[in-house]
């Protein structure tokens, strides 16, 4: 319980924090006419729920929340490793890591609070560690419920739409190789890939039997349109899929459910996938068609501005044109765009890009609904 004292020392923090960002929470109402004039779709009376986890999520998600108000980001909780794996293992509690980077994308603070939350401290014994995931560990101590943190915190940081852990309960991500293997743990998955030189052939939870929180079902249920992604495949997306009533309550809504993959391969767990690869791992993981919508890159990038990617085996997922055929035959309409943004020298999604897409393409009803 290494981690024991840090939290009891933090808890005294919390109400200086509680504080300063109720300050801030306040601040902002009085720029409440201002926020109005933001570009909305239909009159903010879309409901849209974005499934997934990771970095992927949380740059969508502060895109998303610049044209609707109105967002559920359901968050994967399989996540071991880093410093979320280590509360997990030391406090026994659910992983703090995607929900803090959701909550912050969609969070209404000073750029300083922004900066406080993701820091991360280089000395002693929380050497690794982010002062967010100790907060919401705090919080979680406080309040003694999970739940109840996220909820609290998500008032605290006055932010747009909810963050929903997809449940409660402790999970552990299995994979099985094609050479037979068992890997358990999310983190261990993409190293035992690459050294087994085996790829993955299905992934599981365990308890198989995990159940959702009730909220994230209800929240599937009214929303309007269902964004899958972007984030990675098997440890990101599909694990949400896999938490037992998500894939009944996705396939019983009448929400456009819209697939976004990512736009490089990753090591380890996507080598050599291209769009279709992608689609075909969610159908074959749900038993469902889930997907109306593939959202997709179709830029290409000059090989000199990826060169410590190709150093890793990773290639852009693209489509080409026997991709679209077989895409089509299922029943799944494609949207393609530019969508690439080069910062860092990482390769990621433009959020602004992606929400421009889904604005004008699938969230304005402009088109045929893909049934």
Known sequence: MKYLAYIIDILGMVTL????????????????????????????????????????????????????????????????????????????????????????????????????????????????????????????????????????????????????????????????????????????????????????????????????????????YEADYIIMGPGSLYTSIIPNLLVEGVVEAIKGTNATKIYIPNVMTQPGETDGYNVLNHVEAINKHTKENLIDYVIANDEIIPDNQFEKYKKDGAKQVLLDKKQKIELKNMGIKVVEGDLIEIKNDYIRHHADSICEVINNLALSHDYDRAR
């Open 17 to 220: 924090v509680l504080g300063i960002a109720f300050f801030i929470k306040a601040k902002k109402q009085v720029k409440k006419d201002k926020d109005n004039e933001r570009k909305t779709i239909k009159d903010n009376k879309a409901h849209v729920v974005v499934i997934g986890g990771g970095t992927g999520q949380s740059i969508f998600l502060r895109g998303l929340k610049k044209i609707t108000p109105n967002i559920t980001a359901v968050v994967t909780v399989a996540d071991d490793g880093g410093g979320s794996g280590v509360l997990r293992s030391d406090l026994g509690m659910l992983p703090p890591g995607d929900i803090r980077n959701c909550l912050l994308a969609l969070a209404n603070t000073e750029p300083t609070m922004q900066e406080v939350m993701q820091y991360r401290f280089e000395e002693g014994g929380l050497k690794g560690q982010s002062f967010g995931n100790l907060f919401l560990a705090a919080m979680n101590g406080l309040y003694g419920n999970f739940e109840t943190a996220v909820y609290k915190l998500s008032e605290i940081f006055n932010i747009t739409g909810r963050v929903l852990p997809v449940t409660l309960e402790s999970i552990d991500l299995i994979a099985k190789l094609n050479n037979g293997n068992i890997i358990k743990g999310e983190s261990k998955i993409p190293k035992e890939v690459r050294k087994q030189k085996s790829k993955i052939e299905e992934v599981y939870l365990e308890p198989k039997d995990a159940k959702p929180l009730d909220d994230v079902i209800n929240s599937i």
